[in-house]
């Protein structure tokens, strides 16, 4: 039987970054810290080399800040930019499922049916790490159910753009919201209701905008080789994160 040691022997890329994602999303890196690559390879126990790929793929995923000569950085999500990203994203997912609508069919409404499913799973598990994550990939399958690579390329930007100010500015009471929000889209879509289904997507994500609110941060957070090294832990026992956060996302 695989020990612990055996473990951090293989950890690879997608174990470094779903370490990183986890923390990150779970708002328990303090913005502005540096995300130095010797400092984190000497945690994962991994090269330079592989965390520099971790990080510009964070980087691209807009999960954290990569400054050309100066590294890697934790963001601080706008709030300020939520408006704008948010009436992008009414405009362009009103379009989606208004077209899913007459569109879907048995094998995209059976992979949304798990989809949700698994969200509800997640939201009776506590688990905010996974639920972010599914939350964010619903609406990117919804996207990709069009067949058109340029519509998933737009929704993964915009939505990338919202994980971040999800998980910092979000209540955590509020996952069993988002969670019914999808049920609606998604029985609108099997009931074949154009309108229905824009109203429900519309209103979904204005009232993910509305509950966005600034959060009350530690006063003194706990070093970061601390919050790392005790997520590393959880991944290692299997109590971590086993695939990585939504790309392109959250």
């Known amino acids: 039987m695989e020990d612990e040691t055996d473990r951090a022997r293989v950890l690879d890329e997608t174990a470094v970054h779903a370490v990183l994602a986890r923390v990150l999303l779970d708002g328990r890196v303090p913005a502005g810290t540096k995300l130095g690559e010797h400092f984190l390879a000497e945690i994962f126990g991994v090269s330079r080399e592989r965390v520099r790929k971790v990080l510009h793929r964070l980087g691209h995923e807009r999960l ?29 997912e009103g379009g989606i499922v208004g077209h899913l609508a007459t569109a879907l069919d048995e094998a995209g409404a059976a992979r949304l049916a798990a989809h949700v499913a698994a969200e509800d799973a997640a939201m009776a598990a506590g ?10 990939e619903f609406h990117t399958i919804l996207a990709d159910l069009t067949g058109n690579p340029l519509i998933r390329r737009q929704m993964q930007e915009l939505v990338a753009r919202t994980m971040m100010l999800v998980a910092f500015f979000e209540p955590d009471s509020s996952v069993g919201c988002q969670c ?13 209701s154009r309108a229905q289904a824009v109203r429900a997507m519309t209103t979904h994500l ?41 790309r392109g996302a959250a």
């Open 64 to 92: 954290i800040t990569v400054e050309k000569n100066r590294g890697a950085f934790a963001i601080a999500p706008d709030l300020g930019e939520a408006r704008m990203v948010y009436e992008a994203r009414r405009i362009l």
């Open 206 to 246: 204005s009232l993910v905008e509305t509950r966005l609110r600034p959060r009350v941060c530690e006063a003194v957070p706990p070093p970061l080789d601390e919050v790392l090294r005790d997520a590393l832990a959880q991944w290692q026992s299997g109590r971590g994160p086993s695939r990585p956060a939504a």
């Open 180 to 192: 019914a929000e999808h049920r609606a889209v998604f029985r609108a879509l099997g009931a074949r």
């Open 127 to 136: 688990d905010r790490f996974t639920s972010i994550r599914l939350s964010a």
